[in-house]
Nanobody, 124 residues
Framework: EVQLVESGGDSVQPGGSLTISCAAS????????MAWFRQAPGTERQWVAV????????TYGSAAKGRFTMSHETAKNTLYLQMNNLKTGDTAMYYC?????????????????WGQGTQVTVST
């Protein structure tokens, strides 16, 4: 059974840093498209970053570029999102998503598997 379990969400002050994790089971991250999305109350799900793990290519959304870094650890089959210089606008539930393949899209509908989300709150 494929499972994605996010963790690491927290409340931080503006300008702070946080790393959230996505532990995968039932499949090997190395063979999948992996992505982070986020959703704030009353808004649509927004893509944050997409990672074609087989090809090694990463793409970041405009809100994440220059501040967020996605990585993975093969031994732990885990995906990470390191977030620096956090802003109040980054407050959202962050979701990890996965789908088989090497060409990865930003469209959440193309992702087959989702985690339950981890809450990131940025406030003073």
């Amino acid at each position: 059974e494929v499972q994605l379990v996010e963790s690491g969400g927290d409340s931080v002050q503006p300008g702070g840093s946080l790393t959230i994790s996505c532990a995968a089971s039932g499949f090997t991250v190395n063979n999948y498209c992996m992505a982070w999305f986020r959703q704030a109350p009353g808004t649509e799900r927004q893509w944050v970053a997409v990672y074609s793990v087989p090809l090694g290519g990463k793409t970041y959304g405009s809100a994440a570029k220059g501040r967020f870094t996605m990585s993975h650890e093969t031994a732990k089959n885990t995906l990470y999102l390191q977030m620096n210089n956090l802003k109040t606008g980054d407050t959202a539930m962050y979701y990890c998503a996965a789908t088989p393949g090497i060409v990865c899209t930003r469209d959440p509908q193309t992702y087959s598997y989702w985690g339950q989300g981890t809450q990131v709150t940025v406030s003073t």
